[in-house]
């Protein structure tokens, strides 16, 4: 449920994005080039004396659990991209996001990842590169830009990218964001990111900048049948193929939201945002009655969050049984208000997510209580 909410926090707020001047850049000498923001400061993150260390050199660093180790060579998303991760990364499903993770190993419970995205921009490289970050300097808690460059991928394109820390859940993070444009307007983000304290930036960030010059968008084979992420259909239903469906509320329509794994429903814009539903699929060996208690849980221990009501049961028009939690935080500093919708699927829970601004709650999370209850499960 953790990660699922991090895909959540990205999808929440789609700000509108303006351009402004660019910064100069410097070569420092290769292919990566790099300029400094004034301030920042040189620290290297030394390994504790007497940690074990992994075939990385990592201190008290392993493989995650579970996960799938990737052959040596490319990882493919059929019909959008390739890249190369680094050696030993483990390539990952993440519920709810639309493109696989390639993760690092684990140092003091933290993991190294690379996430890849892909947006639309009306306008050329330079100006979207500015225009995002116009965005994050708003929407990300302490955010400071250290480093701004450019990679030339091995097929000979130039790729801006941004190194920046910010503050979540109490922790501080580096990234580093590149930018790989693509045809009809289309961009790919792939944004790099690592523990400030726990791992090296010194180690990790040029793995990425490896992992990036591999990257090529658009020679990845056909794409996936795209009514497999989610339609309306003629009777005003959103429904993905051999999962789910709900009635749509009125006025709302289907579009992408950047990262997820299927479309979603979005109201018409107030005061610069779309309350929407969400839907993400989980596998869990779980009952019902013990994924909600530790989804509840893991909100208000590891998010922070404030509970409105425990939960509760719901069913649905059709008889499916599911509960329901609301809770209220800030995201990007945006107040707002969300709603879990869990539903048993059988081998896996749907999880129908509402988010609406605080200030539209009283009308939007009405709307979202009848939409949940008209969900069938087509499992």
Known sequence: MYRLFIVFVFLL???????????????????????VTPGESAEANEPTAGE????????????????????????????????????????????????????????????????????????????????????????????????????????????PWLEFRHLQFGQTYRQRMYFFA??????YLMTCTIHSVHHDKDVFFPRCDNAAKSFRAGDAGPAPDASRRGFITDEGRFKIPELVSYEVPEGWVADEAPGSEYLATFA??????????????????????????????EL???????????????????GVEGRRLEFTHDVFHIPLRQVFYVYDGGPYYVLLVCSAHDSQAELMLPTCDAAAKTVQIDS
């Open 13 to 35: 707020v789609l700000p509108g994005l303006t351009a402004c001047d660019g910064a100069d850049q410097s070569s420092d000498g290769n292919d990566t080039k790099e300029s």
């Open 52 to 159: 074990d260390s992994n075939a990385f050199g990592e201190p008290g660093s392993v493989l995650r659990e579970g996960a799938a180790q990737i052959d040596d060579g490319r990882h493919v998303e059929p019909g959008a991209f390739s890249y190369i991760p680094p050696e030993g990364w483990n390539i990952e499903t993440m519920p709810g996001m639309r493109y696989k993770l390639a993760m690092g190993p684990e140092i003091n419970g933290e993991t190294a990842n690379i996430n890849v995205v892909e947006e639309r921009y009306p306008g050329p490289i330079d100006d979207y590169v500015e225009a995002s970050l116009n965005s994050i300097e708003v929407m990300l808690q302490e955010f400071e830009l250290d480093h701004r460059g450019s990679i030339t991928t091995d097929t000979g394109e130039v790729s």
């Open 182 to 187: 693509a045809a009809d307007n289309m961009y």
């Open 268 to 297: 018409p814009e107030h005061d610069g945002f779309r309350s929407n539903l969400v839907v993400v699929k989980e596998d869990s060996e779980l009952d019902l009655e013990e994924y909600t208690r530790v989804s509840y849980r």
């Open 300 to 318: 208000i221990d590891e998010l922070g969050v404030d509970i409105i009501d425990d939960p509760a049961p719901l069913t649905t028009a059709s």
